[in-house]
């Protein structure tokens, strides 16, 4: 079952600074390693992404461009990689290395792959330059949330969290709050998904990037508006179990291969 963040977690910790970038990274190397997309294509992908130069890379005492570490991913055994999007309370997926979790948490973000895991810099505005740790066996860590259902599995918990907040969002009247909620709903966020990502997958990872947008303006008040502490904490409430179960299908979507294909090593 879903791990709830702490009481008072912000519900926008699963917003588009915090998996756009990670999530661009983690399908664009899967599916260079699998042989679905050239070198170069991945990379500018990625790049286009946000995502231009890791640090930290073994032997290399500077900052290299992002391909570096992907060639680096795949010499290690070019395993899958996959989407962490670490919240205060719920860190599972983050492997147990000194200063990884408060990196990881703070960025909100984080991808793990043969040996290696790769975090941004700085915040969770993931910004240009990312940071590589070397992630040793003994440092293994449980899987994710994400990698214990299958995209269907997160797709039909997303769905139920939406029915659900949906009563919310009508009991709460938020979209009196924010009537920039309702609209936004229905608007498309762009995000870099590979031509051979699992279609269902994508169609996920583009739903939860709707719902991120949504809950990011029904977490805060309208322009001008203002609400009890307890109102606020009701619409917290309210709304956690969506943000969960957004951030769940984020990292299952972004994380998903296709079933019976093999990494190209």
Do not use: K
Not at 108 to 115: H, T
């Amino acid at each position: 079952m879903p791990i709830p963040p702490e009481p008072g977690a912000d519900l926008r910790a699963t917003g588009r600074s915090s998996f756009c970038s990670g999530g661009a990274l983690t399908a664009w190397a899967n599916s260079w390693l699998r042989g679905g997309v050239s070198y170069d294509a991945a990379v500018a992908a990625i790049n286009v992404a946000g995502i231009r130069t890791v640090g930290g890379l073994a032997d290399h005492g500077e900052p290299v461009p992002v391909g570096w570490a992907l060639s680096a991913l795949r010499s290690a055994g070019g395993t899958p990689l996959r989407l962490v999007l670490p919240v205060p309370g719920d860190i599972r997926g983050v492997p147990s290395i000194p200063g990884l979790l408060a990196a990881a948490t703070q960025a909100g973000q984080l991808v793990v792959g043969s040996g290696l895991a790769l975090v941004p810099e700085g915040c969770a505005s993931a910004g240009a330059r990312w940071r590589a740790w070397n992630v040793p066996d003994s440092g293994s860590s449980p899987v994710t949330p994400g990698e214990q259902q299958t995209v269907s599995q997160a797709a039909g918990a997303l769905r139920l969290a939406v029915i659900q907040a949906t009563d919310a969002f009508a009991a709460l009247d938020i979209a009196r709050w924010n009537p920039a909620v309702e609209s936004l709903r229905h608007r498309e966020q762009p995000i870099s998904l590979p031509p051979d990502h699992v279609p269902a997958a994508a169609a996920l990872a583009h739903r939860g990037a709707q719902l991120t947008a949504v809950l990011e303006l029904a977490a805060a008040d309208a322009p001008g508006g203002a609400i009890s502490a307890f109102g606020a904490g009701h619409r917290h409430a309210a709304l956690q179990p969506l943000a969960v179960a957004v951030r769940e299908a984020l990292m299952t979507a972004f994380s998903a291969i296709s079933a019976g294909r093999t990494v190209d090593r």
